[in-house]
């Protein structure tokens, strides 16, 4: 075994066995991906009555679910670290997306305050896709990718609906338009938490009025919704530096117009989507 294999075999075993001693998580930040979650939890773990998990995205509900609640609980921090009061989250954006994740956040803690982002879904796809083409694993062009993604997903998405949530790569890289229905996912959440336990906001809120939308989770979260975040510590949201053809739009504004009415009606809020 390598030195690296074994430094990482000793600290997991360490972990685990300090598990009791660390603080059980009060929130997640479910979604959506490419939605501002990372400029969300670097906002959220400023405050000092938040005292978040050891990094952003455990995944425990998803890709390390089969390793129990003693690997989840070592990402976060010991119960002296953390001031009366004060509690704990974590945010991982693949949570929304999975179907068989509600459940098994609330067979964890039926209690759980759980945070959704969401961004215009035209926006979010086409982020989704020149991510995927940094990482490397998109090679198509934006309209061909459109087109293979029902495809190239269908096994991934079956196996989520079966419960087999593993965190697919299919799922992760191609999901462009599907993670963009946003009501469908909510709605598993609704099904087994009660509504009051969900906040939703958008990106835009979060980018352009900051502190307002800061405010509102605060309080949302049960700490002090006064205290200020310095924007300027905070990354922004990804932007699409390529500029793309008209269709691409129009095809995605056609995709989502259905869906986002039926979210706006179901949310009893306007977010403005269609209007462009």
């Not at 993604?149 to 196996?159: H, L, N, S, V």
């Amino acid at each position: 075994m390598s030195s690296r294999k074994l430094f990482k075999s000793m600290r997991s075993r360490y972990y685990r066995s300090t598990a009791a001693l660390r603080v059980r998580p009060d929130f997640v930040v479910i979604g959506a991906m490419k939605c501002g979650t990372s400029t969300l939890f670097e906002r959220l773990r400023q405050h000092p009555q938040i005292v978040p998990s050891h990094r952003k995205e455990v995944h425990y509900f998803d890709r390390h679910y089969a390793a129990g609640e003693r690997w989840y609980r070592a990402h976060f921090p010991y119960t002296w670290n953390v001031p009366q009061g004060a509690i704990s989250g974590e945010a991982s954006p693949f949570y929304l997306l999975c179907p068989p994740i509600a459940e098994r956040i609330h067979a964890f803690n039926p209690n759980m305050r759980l945070i959704a982002l969401l961004r215009d879904p035209v926006e979010r796809a086409i982020s989704h896709y020149f991510h995927a083409r940094r990482s490397g694993k998109e090679t198509l062009p934006i309209m061909d990718a459109l087109d293979a993604e029902e495809e190239r997903t269908a096994a991934a998405w079956e196996r989520a609906l079966q419960g087999e949530c593993s965190y697919d790569r299919e799922l992760i890289w191609f999901s462009y338009q599907r993670r963009g229905l946003y009501l469908e996912q909510l709605q598993r959440y609704w099904q087994v938490f009660n509504r009051s336990q969900l906040h939703i906001d958008s990106s835009d809120r979060l980018f352009s009025d900051p502190a307002a939308c800061l405010a509102d989770i605060f309080d949302f979260l049960g700490v002090d919704a006064g205290f200020h975040v310095p924007v300027e510590k905070s990354r922004g949201i990804a932007t699409n530096k390529e500029t793309l053809p008209a269709a691409v739009y129009q095809r995605l504004r056609d995709y989502f117009r259905e869906p986002n009415t039926r979210l706006f009606a179901a949310l009893d809020r306007d977010l403005g989507w269609n209007n462009t």
